[in-house]
């Protein structure tokens, strides 16, 4: 009879009645509950200003936070996925491929651009982790690969910004492969004596972890991202032990030394030119 005592009592819920309120007018942060408007917690470069958590942003985003001015040129955007295996699980790889370019508006899950970070000359590589968990085929290896040569050939440093699953199953050796060659060319952009600068956010597992995420020069961390090759829930039920606190954060890896930086979003772009300016 609940209709009835709030009719009774005057409490009209009639949809006529109701104030329309924008949708993604408020952010709740997931971890501490805080809520701020949407357009603050942009502001504030996703971070939630009272307990720090990062909320995962776009490739997009990190180009215009990272590049003097937002402006940058993007590279090798030609480059899309191919079906080496003709590989099929729920749907076919190739439809589900076109599939999340068209969803994402993106032709793979990473993307790369040149332009000036403070006044530096610098290529960006940043994983899309919206395109199939930003897993690791034969197009992020190529992708990089073509970073590192145009980065010897204009003598500019090289960051990498990763987040992803690991490599992508249904390119199969394909994938794996690319842990190898991107290892490589790393090689040869130290011997043409340029940074790799390696920034790590939530998540970073799998074969990314194994290769070039963890061959930086410097390896950096946002705040509680979860680092790993395994990650904790498949080596809890393997080992059957428990594991330490914070296993496989941003902030256990520093404290064992896998880590050189953790560094806030919002003080990203001048750690990264102001460690460039020392490396060059």
């Known amino acids: 009879m609940g209709w009835f005592n709030r009719s009774q009592q005057g409490i009209n819920t009639d949809t006529k009645d109701k104030k329309e309120i924008k949708d993604g007018l408020w952010y709740k942060c ?3 509950k805080e809520i701020l408007t949407t357009d603050d917690h942009r502001e504030n470069l996703c971070v939630c200003p009272k307990c720090g958590y990062h909320e995962r942003i776009s490739t997009a985003d990190y ?3 990272l590049f003097d001015e937002a402006k940058y040129d ?3 955007t030609s480059l899309h996925s191919g079906d080496p295996l003709g590989f099929v699980d729920r749907k076919k790889y190739s439809d589900r491929v076109a599939a999340v370019e068209k969803q ?3 032709n793979d899950a990473i993307s790369s651009a040149t ?3 403070e006044g530096r000359k610098v290529v960006v590589d ?3 982790f919206e395109f199939i968990g930003g897993s690791m085929g034969s197009v992020v290896g190529e992708k990089i690969a073509r970073s590192i040569d145009y980065c010897i050939e204009n003598h500019a440093p090289l960051v990498i910004i990763s987040r992803s699953g690991g490599a992508r199953m249904m390119e199969g050796a394909f994938s794996l492969m690319q842990m190898a060659k991107t290892s490589a060319k790393l090689t040869q952009l130290s011997d ?4 790799y600068i390696s920034l790590m956010t939530n998540p970073t597992t799998g074969g990314v972890s194994a290769s070039f995420a963890m061959l930086g020069d410097i390896n950096m961390a946002e705040p ?3 680092i790993g090759f395994a990650g904790p829930r498949v080596i809890r039920e393997f080992t059957g032990k428990d594991l330490p606190d914070g296993f496989q954060s941003s902030e256990f890896l520093l404290e064992h030394g896998f880590l050189d930086y953790i560094v806030n979003r919002k003080e990203l772009k001048h750690t990264l030119a102001r460690i460039l300016n020392m490396m060059m």
């Open 104 to 106: 994402t508006n993106l």
């Open 63 to 65: 180009f215009r936070i």
């Open 224 to 226: 509680a991202a979860l």
């Open 126 to 128: 940043c994983m899309n």
């Open 74 to 76: 993007e590279l090798f």
């Open 30 to 32: 997931p971890q501490c």
């Open 115 to 117: 332009g000036f970070i």
């Open 192 to 195: 043409a004596r340029l940074p």
